[in-house]
């Protein structure tokens, strides 16, 4: 399946940044994670998912009380980009050529987001590649990250 998958040309279409169809902004805590979908350019019902982690995640979450964790904060919000996502496909189904903007609070999940690659940290790098998989499978185009300031209050 794989091979099927990067044998066919990418289209144009597929490049180009515009406004984005489908936003999914999220947030993770080392409790669980969070969200809402809704349509822009495409149309759709907003949709608010939030799923808690089980406790193998939670209690391998690197704090002050738990310095030996593997999994850091950043860790959680990647898994938190790829969770959106899926929700994103949940919601919408076909994503063929579909622009989706992706918007949280966590500046390295974002960067890991935006280049589709980590060389800071070993799970974000295989949620990374999950990421880009279900991205090139769907035939969506390039993801728009954006950092949006967490607790930021509007006027």
Do not use: Y
């Not at 809704?38 to 019902?45: A, K, L, M, N, P």
């Not at 799923?51 to 310095?67: L, Q, S």
């Not at 799970?123 to 390039?142: D, N, S, Y």
């Amino acid at each position: 399946m794989l091979r099927e998958l990067f044998r066919e040309p990418t289209r144009c279409r597929e490049l180009t940044n515009r406004w984005p169809d489908i936003v999914a902004i999220v947030n993770a805590s080392s409790h669980g994670v969070g969200g809402v979908v809704f349509g822009e350019v495409s149309e759709c019902i907003p949709t608010v998912f939030r799923w808690h982690w089980p406790v193998e995640i939670t209690g391998d979450v690197k704090t002050f009380t738990n310095p030996n964790g593997r999994i850091t904060n950043s860790d959680l919000e990647m898994a938190g980009m790829v969770l959106a996502w899926l929700a994103v496909e949940g919601v919408f189904g076909d994503l063929t050529e579909k622009n989706i903007a992706l918007f949280g609070d966590n500046i390295a999940s974002i960067s890991w987001t935006k280049k589709l690659a980590s060389k800071q940290s070993h799970v974000a790098e295989q949620l990374v590649q999950a990421l880009a998989l279900r991205l090139k499978a769907k035939k969506a185009c390039p993801l728009i990250t954006t950092h949006m300031e967490a607790g930021r209050r509007m006027r």
